[in-house]
């Protein structure tokens, strides 16, 4: 009970567990949709501009009095920002890149400045003075100089510039819209595929996602140099100072000075009166309007506040409120701007827009005494001209660094597409196209960098590695064939999607499909090789692509290639229980197929009757002499039905994609029983059953045999080819393609897009090969059937007389003589356990071997009556079969027998797996 009771309990905590951690995963794509979602992109990207632009448009286009609501503006953008931060970091595969998380700090750390409350609350926390108390004057202090004030300014306008690391993030949102459209593109490219692992391979391989990581890449490092560079050089550059203020201050002080109170008893003054007051008006005025533009300019003067030795009163120290020329005042002081403390006044001007100039006399700055604080002299100015200059430049930096970006954007875009992304599409095309479907012949690869020639080809070695994989890529499609097709599919998804260690996934189960499976063979193979020696290979080539093409071109595969022999196949549709109307669909379509392998295998003889370049072997003289008669046909077919397990059969050192049946070995024995019928075609009575009406009608019924491939009693059937008929080449148009319908003269209006939609039964009506290879044959069925029907039902005596009238009406047909020799080794009767069908393998060797022995005996015999020219020599030891057998006929069993023997006991066919071994012996 406890230990069950602590499982219930470990149970329980990994439920939760699992629950929290499905809860945890679902928080992260909530929060992950939201951020990556248009509505907040659009946010952020108007957050981002107003974050780059938003304190120029302030100092340029308005004035104090607006401040309040930019630093509500300004705080809000800085709450977005961080939010923004905190979020991305919880989505840890938002930063690819570390150095992009930093510069995310910095660029939200930027905007700290731009917002007043905080950077007063920093201030108090350092126990510094507000940055609104940086113009309140203590009497006595000296400010600054121009030349350690222009310094600063330029410190203070790099770390401004600091701000332009936004870029990077309005980069980012720019872009991002467009990322969203891609993703979209490739969700619905997901929903497309066959499977999840292609969708995930088409989206790491995609080429203008390749292209578009590589520019954002590059894009936002271009834009981290451009940044660096703008802030350093301000840093770096000399600029002149401008000492106007100062030395205008320093004559000012003198020449009120020079009429100090020596009585008085006033602090280094040594009265020489270099003026009158009228002298010192003029110089004030001079003073107060050295900034105005020009003399037309009308706007106040930049100076707001002058405290100095005032010349009217003795040389005091004093606020010089007004100034005045030719009785006319040119000059006032602003009182809410002037005095030594302005920050409890409502100046209109921000702490920015003023500056202080300050004067002490040399002898004070050489030995300070107490009495010199009440020499410094003060000059306040407005410098919101300046200011407002400055922002209009910062405007135009950030501005045209995003034209720049923006141009560099696309160059590199540019540049990447033609140097990058074009070849590597091409190179991923090829391998989509294997993805997809490995049996699609790829687009040969182009030498586009023909028209980059003076700008990139020197370095561009794309289209070699196009060609490779071409290369390799059609060779892999040439080498598996359709049914390899899957394992290259399933194998270049899994290694470019999964991290594998690049094995091959062979160790699993394999798949069982029904096929039908053809077998053609190359005839009179050994005599070929023999005569032709070297060019058998191109002779061989030849017939193997014709074959090929009218395969292919009727919806077959070619599976394998075994010099001799091909196998191959059409990939019979699975029918399952359940809907009516699907399954009749999916019988009409085997039917279909059915119909597609016989019309194929007929085309293939026609073609290679009529082809051009096969004439000349036809009328080679040593071939024909190897050969022994003229080639009536190159090749013979087999044709059957059944169902086969599709798989990867190998190890790592060698793989090949095999059908694995015993159904592929009664193909290839039946195939061997060509010679023995003397038909280019047979199919078996399981294929049979599949095809139309009008397919079945041009068949004939020749047999029914066992095999030690099969026990179980299969129909043989022929399709009966009249070779002279093919001969007529008149109604072939002039573009016909291989493997394609040829219509009969009387048919040559006929449009057959009609009938396609119900199946090619059509063929057997239309077309010129298929109804004139069987012109003068389909007379002699009825007398054949006939014959059949007495063979199987065991009337061998009847038998006899049909033979007769069957080779009468055509003496060279293979099935009768075929019959004829298996009825005459039992001398017409019927033995005792014939059940309507036979063993092809035992009875053929029987009757081959009886035939060859009574042969051996007459042989014999002709050599016993030549020694004893007058002797009598009894027969009677000679078989019943010897006496009626001729020479001629003993001749032909003997080379019969010697074909058979080699083809059933040498032909080296495992009749398991229907795999031919390497050692194939000749069948001719």
């Known amino acids: 009970m406890e230990e069950k009771e602590k499982t219930n309990k470990r149970s329980k905590r990994k439920k939760k567990k699992d629950k929290n951690t499905k809860s945890q995963e679902n928080y992260f794509k909530t929060i992950r949709a939201i951020v990556e979602g248009k509505t907040v992109t659009i946010i952020m990207f108007l957050n981002t501009l107003f974050a780059l632009v938003g304190d120029d448009i302030r100092l340029w286009l308005f004035t104090k009095d607006f401040d309040l609501y930019f630093n509500i503006l300004f705080a809000i953008s800085l709450l977005l920002f961080v939010l923004e931060l905190l979020f991305n970091s919880l989505i840890r595969s938002i930063y690819a890149e570390p150095i992009f998380f930093y510069l995310d700090i910095i660029a939200t750390l930027s905007l700290v400045p731009d917002v007043e409350w905080l950077m007063l609350l920093l201030t108090i926390c350092i126990d510094r003075p507000p940055e609104a108390e940086s113009n309140d004057i203590a009497l006595g202090s000296v400010v600054s100089s121009s030349a350690a004030s222009g310094r600063a300014q330029r410190l203070i306008k790099s770390?401004?510039?600091?701000?332009?690391?936004?870029?990077?993030?309005?980069?980012?949102?720019?872009?991002?819209?467009?990322?969203?459209?891609?993703?979209?593109?490739?969700?619905?490219?997901?929903?497309?595929?066959?499977?999840?692992?292609?969708?995930?391979?088409?989206?790491?391989?995609?080429?203008?996602?390749?292209?578009?990581?590589?520019?954002?890449?590059?894009?936002?490092?271009?834009?981290?140099?451009?940044?660096?560079?703008?802030?350093?050089?301000?840093?770096?550059?000399?600029?002149?100072?401008?000492?106007?203020?100062?030395?205008?201050?320093?004559?000012?002080?003198?020449?009120?000075?020079?009429?100090?109170?020596?009585?008085?008893?006033?602090?280094?003054?040594?009265?020489?009166?270099?003026?009158?007051?009228?002298?010192?008006?003029?110089?004030?005025?001079?003073?107060?309007?050295?900034?105005?533009?020009?003399?037309?300019?009308?706007?106040?003067?930049n100076l707001l506040w002058l405290y100095a030795p005032d010349y009217s009163q003795n040389g005091k120290m004093a606020e010089i409120t007004s100034i005045q020329r030719n009785d006319e005042q040119v000059w006032k002081q602003n009182d809410e701007c002037a005095g030594f403390k302005i920050s409890n006044k409502n100046c209109k001007y921000r702490t920015d827009e003023l500056e202080v100039v300050s004067f002490i006399p040399q002898i004070c700055q050489k030995e300070w005494k107490d009495d010199c604080k009440y020499l410094v002299s003060y000059a306040r100015y407005s410098i919101r001209d300046a200011v407002v200059n400055e922002a209009i430049l910062q405007f135009a930096t950030t501005v045209f660094t995003c034209l720049i970006i923006s141009v560099a954007s696309l160059l590199f875009a540019s540049d990447t597409q033609n140097i990058i992304v074009k070849p590597i599409t091409k190179v991923v095309k090829i391998i989509l196209r294997f993805v997809d479907d490995p049996l699609q012949q790829p687009d040969p690869p182009n030498t586009f960098e023909d028209d980059l020639k003076d700008s990139t080809s020197k370095y561009l070695k794309t289209t070699e590695l196009e060609k490779i994989i071409y290369r390799i890529g059609t060779l892999l499609q040439m080498s598996f064939g359709h049914l390899g097709a899957n394992i290259i599919r399933e194998n270049v998804v899994l290694l470019a999607t999964t991290k594998n260690d690049n094995s091959l996934e062979i160790m699993k189960a394999g798949r069982r499909i029904?096929?039908?499976?053809?077998?053609?063979?190359?005839?009179?193979?050994?005599?070929?090789?023999?005569?032709?020696?070297?060019?058998?290979?191109?002779?061989?080539?030849?017939?193997?692509?014709?074959?090929?093409?009218?395969?292919?071109?009727?919806?077959?595969?070619?599976?394998?290639?075994?010099?001799e022999y091909y196998l191959l196949t059409w990939k019979l549709p699975n029918i399952e229980g359940g809907e009516h109307e699907k399954n009749q669909t999916l019988q009409k379509m085997k039917t279909e197929l059915a119909d597609k392998s016989l019309i194929a295998a007929v085309k293939v003889i026609a073609e290679l009757r009529r082809s051009s370049e096969l004439i000349p072997y036809y009328r080679n003289p040593n071939l024909t002499n190897a050969i022994g008669r003229n080639i009536d046909s190159c090749v013979s077919f087999a044709i059957h039905q059944g169902s086969t397990i599709e798989g990867a059969i190998g190890s790592e050192y060698k793989i090949d994609a095999c059908y694995l049946s015993p159904q592929i070995a009664v193909t290839?024995?039946?195939?061997?029983?060509?010679?023995?019928?003397?038909?280019?075609?047979?199919?078996?009575?399981?294929?049979?059953?599949?095809?139309?009406?009008?397919?079945?009608?041009?068949?004939?019924?020749?047999?029914?045999?066992?095999?030690?491939?099969?026990?179980?009693?299969?129909?043989?059937?022929?399709?009966?080819?009249?070779?002279?008929?093919?001969?007529?080449?008149?109604?072939?148009?002039?573009?016909?393609?291989?493997?394609?319908?040829?219509?009969?003269?009387?048919?040559?209006?006929?449009?057959?897009?009609?009938?396609?939609?119900?199946?090619?039964?059509?063929?057997?009506?239309l077309d010129n090969d298929v109804v004139e290879s069987q012109s003068n044959i389909q007379e002699f069925n009825p007398?054949?059937?006939?014959?059949?029907?007495?063979?199987?039902?065991?009337?061998?005596?009847?038998?006899?007389?049909?033979?007769?009238?069957c080779l009468e009406c055509w003496e060279d047909d293979g099935p009768t003589k075929a019959i004829q020799f298996y009825l005459s080794a039992f001398q017409y009767q019927q033995p005792n356990q014939w059940n309507g069908y036979r063993n092809i393998e035992d009875d053929l060797n029987k009757i081959y071997r009886s035939r060859i022995r009574a042969q051996q005996l007459d042989e014999q015999s002709q050599e016993d009556s030549k020694n004893q020219k007058n002797e009598h020599v009894s027969h009677g030891r000679l078989s019943v079969l010897h006496r009626e057998a001729s020479m001629e006929e003993s001749k032909e069993n003997r080379s019969a027998y010697n074909r058979n023997e080699q083809s059933t006991d040498f032909i080296g066919l495992d009749s398991k797996t229907g795999t031919i071994n390497s050692n194939i012996t000749d069948v001719n």
């Open 514 to 563: 029904d096929a039908i499976f053809m077998v053609c063979s190359i005839n009179y193979y050994s005599s070929i090789l023999e005569t032709l020696k070297e060019n058998s290979v191109v002779y061989i080539n030849k017939v193997a692509k014709i074959v090929h093409q009218c395969v292919h071109q009727w919806d077959g595969s070619i599976n394998r290639n075994d010099g």
């Open 783 to 805: 007398i054949f059937r006939q014959l059949f029907k007495c063979y199987i039902a065991g009337e061998w005596g009847d038998a006899f007389e049909c033979i007769q009238r």
């Open 668 to 765: 290839y024995r039946i195939q061997r029983l060509c010679k023995h019928y003397d038909m280019p075609i047979l199919i078996t009575e399981n294929l049979y059953n599949l095809m139309s009406l009008k397919a079945r009608y041009t068949l004939r019924k020749i047999d029914v045999i066992v095999m030690k491939e099969s026990q179980d009693p299969k129909g043989i059937f022929s399709f009966d080819v009249s070779y002279t008929s093919l001969d007529n080449t008149e109604n072939i148009p002039e573009d016909h393609q291989t493997g394609e319908l040829i219509k009969l003269e009387q048919y040559a209006n006929i449009n057959i897009e009609g009938f396609k939609d119900q199946g090619v039964d059509y063929m057997f009506t």
């Open 159 to 301: 770390i401004r510039l600091i701000r332009l690391i936004r870029i990077i993030k309005l980069y980012k949102y720019a872009v991002k819209s467009n990322t969203e459209e891609e993703e979209a593109k490739l969700r619905e490219q997901k929903k497309l595929s066959q499977t999840a692992q292609q969708a995930a391979l088409k989206r790491e391989i995609e080429p203008s996602r390749l292209g578009k990581v590589m520019s954002d890449t590059i894009i936002r490092k271009v834009i981290i140099g451009i940044l660096i560079m703008l802030m350093v050089l301000p840093l770096i550059t000399y600029a002149g100072i401008d000492y106007t203020m100062e030395y205008g201050l320093d004559k000012i002080f003198w020449f009120g000075r020079s009429n100090c109170n020596i009585i008085g008893g006033d602090f280094y003054c040594t009265r020489d009166n270099w003026l009158t007051q009228d002298g010192w008006n003029e110089i004030l005025y001079f003073f107060s309007d050295s900034t105005k533009i020009n003399e037309n300019d009308n706007k106040a003067t």
